[in-house]
């Protein structure tokens, strides 16, 4: 579907969308807790979906309901189960470690960009704590046999910090203790987000600061419980930078004291002298006359596109440090990002794990954001400025993470 985004300024309140992230963790632990688990406020997008799928597809029975899934867990995985992970990259490699529980034969499957997103990190792991594990030379689909032991394990954190938060998952239900090392670990939030989640489900890991080695206590029991998703600091980022380039915005539902890495957006906006203002679950962003930033953005990637989209209104050049981890996103991310703000007008150059972006009036354009939803949203805020405005091909593709955006985006619109 083309959808186009005219030049306006933006000015109002929207409430933030649920975490797809911390969704599709709440029904991983809520599926291996005995009893029924109620996960208020979930994420309805299509990786969330994916994740319900994959909890059933284990045995576990999930009922959606207004405002709220049901988890009844503590079933057992049918031998041959199928799982279609979609194009969840955090469904296949987190669910992966929680399939090898089982005895029976589980495939991982995938569609779209995620058949090409290397996954051959989790062979060695899974078989070392005792599962059998084969992928398609690195690549989906994945076949597990369990049951998972426990053991040691080396766990390669340099792509991905999904497989970890896995086997963070799976490893309290093993018979025996776990202990992992953990080398070159990106994206430490995320793990301390699934650290977070255990607990809730009263689970328990032990860990070092640095988070370079775990040890888990086997035979832990999930606890079924009321969990509450909080806001999507990933999806909010893109509302609060379009209050940063075209106006004011304010958005709630989201808490300061979050775990999730995208928060960070927040010290961006700051130092580039936007208006920031937090008022208990709400954020105000308004626009200013916007200098240059540097960031390093290696433990928060999803953040570039809405970053990209800011640094093109400042006036001067950017710096983005982590580039080499969105190799292998949804596309090679820097790639797509690079090409998509050219055909808009902008300037941008990567070099190495670096991307620099010189800021002035985009022209605007039809552009393809090639099924990336951040891609997609990064482009639509940037249309809000351009001197043309901007016509998104598949702008469908939002539908992975935040299926309400063009919804909420159009709500703050002025003229």
Not at 91 to 99: D, N, S, V
Not at 145 to 158: E, K
Not at 357 to 365: E, P, S
Request: aromatic share 4%.
């Amino acid at each position: 579907m083309n959808r186009e985004i005219r030049p306006a300024r933006v000015e109002g309140c929207v409430i933030a969308p649920p975490s797809k992230s911390m969704t599709q963790r709440a029904v991983a632990a809520a599926m291996l807790a005995r009893g029924t688990s109620t996960i208020l406020t979930p994420s309805l997008c299509e990786d969330a979906h994916a994740a319900f799928q994959a909890a059933r597809a284990l045995g576990a029975h999930v009922d959606l309901d207004t405002g709220q899934v049901r988890v009844e867990g503590g079933g057992a995985a049918p031998d041959g189960s199928l799982i279609d992970c979609g194009e969840s990259g955090l469904c296949m490699r987190m669910f992966t470690p929680i399939a090898a529980l089982f005895a029976g034969e589980s495939t991982l499957t995938a569609r779209g960009s995620l058949a090409s997103r290397p996954v051959g990190m989790v062979e060695a792991p899974l078989k070392a704590l005792g599962a059998a594990c084969t992928t398609a030379n690195g690549l989906p689909p994945i076949v597990v046999r369990g049951p998972l032991r426990g053991g040691t394990a080396q766990v390669d954190g340099s792509t991905s910090s999904q497989l970890l938060t896995g086997l963070l998952i799976a490893a309290p239900a093993c018979g025996n203790d776990t202990t992992l090392v953990v080398s070159e670990l990106k994206s430490h939030p995320y793990v301390r987000m699934t650290i977070d989640v255990l607990a809730d489900f009263g689970v328990r890991v032990v860990h070092d600061e640095s988070l370079t080695q775990f040890h888990i206590r086997g035979g832990q029991r999930y606890g079924a419980r009321e969990y509450q998703v909080e806001g999507d600091w990933s999806g909010a980022a893109f509302l609060l930078v379009a209050g940063a380039l075209a106006g004011r915005a304010r958005v709630s539902n989201l808490r300061g004291d979050s775990r999730q890495a995208d928060r960070a957006i927040l010290d961006v906006l700051r130092a580039c002298g936007a208006g920031v203002r937090c008022e208990c679950d709400a954020i105000d962003v308004s626009g200013r006359v916007l200098a240059p930033f540097a960031f390093d953005a290696s433990d928060c990637p999803d953040l570039f596109p809405p970053l990209v989209a800011l640094a093109s209104a400042c006036t001067g050049t950017s710096r983005l440090s982590g580039a080499g981890r969105l190799r292998h996103k949804e596309s090679d991310r820097a790639a797509s990002l690079s090409d998509v703000f050219r055909r808009l007008g902008g300037t941008i150059a990567v070099t190495g794990d670096v991307m620099e972006v010189t800021g002035g009036t985009l022209a605007g354009g039809t552009v393809d954001p090639r099924g990336d939803h951040r891609i997609a949203m990064a482009a639509a805020v940037a249309g809000l400025v351009s001197r043309d405005g901007v016509l998104l091909q598949s702008s469908e593709c939002v539908r992975k993470s935040y299926p309400g955006f063009f919804e909420d985006l159009e709500s703050l619109r002025r003229g």
